[in-house]
């Protein structure tokens, strides 16, 4: 290789570092091996060919190692001590003679096999790329660009960073549109490798989205001194979310709102109207069921059955249907925050059956 064509192929490293995001050392690395299969073929295949690529100092060899003997009856491994010493006098019977080679004896099968090792290589090598930057992004928020969405499906296909990723139809938000260049954010639930190349999952439904957007929005919650203790997600409609604060003089929920409520405002922007309510957690499971029914006021909450974490909740009559909420919606998430089944009853009196008994 010449001192031109060798500059030329360090550059080309550099660039698919700087371009690709490839470490230089790694495609050094899967080239040299290809190199070495490659030329191994004139060789018998035998493992007498190495290869070493220094790309800091730019030095390329493709050497040969043959033992030094008498008679040579094997041409692939052996050499005439006579040859040997052409290339270096102080050989002797025995010793490992390096003969180094010229790139241009690899010949047009060889550099075709080579090429084809090293587009695979790169190929590997940017999955593995791909692999390390999703799984840093796990269990994370992250923001996508939308390209495509497929107008059979309803799934739509996003870029993040230099990677794409399907959204599915059933992990986007009920009646929420998207359309293309559009930035969304999107909550990565898993990564997985497959034959066909590293997979991300994820979600825009997902109530961890909501806890993220809240992590990123409230530093109270970042670093600790709010604690997000449970939420109840009906993406698209409302979300429920249950907050402690482990400070006795910061106001949990008036943390999570914000000023003039500007912290909660940004999340709903971000969620397309998404109402959210943020209530209490108390350890008292009857004093969290009444948080949890808000914006409805619990008159009292009797606990029917600890282990079956069964309870009875009374509220003033004109109460009720915000209590229940629409479709049972309120009283669903609520359920679903606390863990608790809960049986909302008028202030003024049981229903039918339930007089009687």
Not at 120 to 125: L, N, P
Not at 129 to 149: D, G, P, R, Y
Request: aromatic share 6%.
């Amino acid at each position: 290789m010449t001192s031109s064509s060798r500059n030329e192929f360090f550059e080309a490293l550099a660039f698919m570092e700087k371009e690709k995001g490839i470490p230089a050392e790694y495609l050094a690395e899967k080239i040299s091996s290809a190199i070495v299969v490659s030329v191994k073929k004139d060789y018998g295949s035998k493992d007498v060919v190495f290869c070493e690529i220094d790309c800091e100092n730019r030095k390329f060899n493709v050497y040969v190692r043959k033992t030094a003997v008498e008679v040579v009856e094997d041409p692939d491994t052996e050499i005439l001590l006579e040859d040997a010493k052409k290339i270096k006098k102080s050989y002797k019977l025995g010793d490992s003679v390096q003969i180094t080679l010229d790139t241009k004896q690899f010949g047009r099968i060889a550099a075709q096999t080579t090429k084809h090792v090293i587009r695979q290589g790169i190929r590997d090598a940017e999955k593995g790329q791909i692999l390390v930057e999703f799984q840093s992004k796990n269990q994370e928020v992250v923001t996508a660009v939308v390209q495509t969405i497929d107008p059979r499906t309803g799934n739509a296909t996003i870029s993040i960073a230099n990677s794409e990723a399907i959204l599915p139809r059933s992990e986007q938000v009920p009646d929420e549109e998207l359309h293309e260049g559009q930035h969304i954010k999107v909550f990565v639930s898993d990564v997985r490798e497959t034959e066909k190349g590293p997979k991300i999952m994820i979600s825009r439904v997902d109530a961890n989205l909501v806890k993220k957007l809240f992590e990123t929005e409230v530093p109270e919650i970042a670093d600790g001194t709010i604690k997000i203790v449970s939420i109840a997600r009906e993406a698209g409609s409302r979300t429920k979310m249950a907050v402690y604060s482990e400070d006795a003089d910061v106001d949990a929920i008036g943390a999570c709102i914000g000023p003039r409520g500007a912290r909660v405002s940004n999340i709903v922007d971000e969620l397309d109207g998404e109402k959210i309510d943020i209530v209490r957690y108390s350890d008292d499971p009857a004093a969290f069921v009444g948080e949890a029914l808000s914006p409805a006021k619990v008159v009292s909450v009797e606990i029917i059955d600890a282990d079956l974490k069964s309870c009875r909740v009374s509220v003033p009559d004109s109460q009720l249907s915000l209590a229940i909420g629409n479709k049972g919606q309120n009283a669903r998430l609520a359920a679903r925050l606390t863990g608790w089944k809960i049986d909302i009853r008028p202030e003024s009196g049981f229903y039918g059956e339930d007089e009687a008994e």
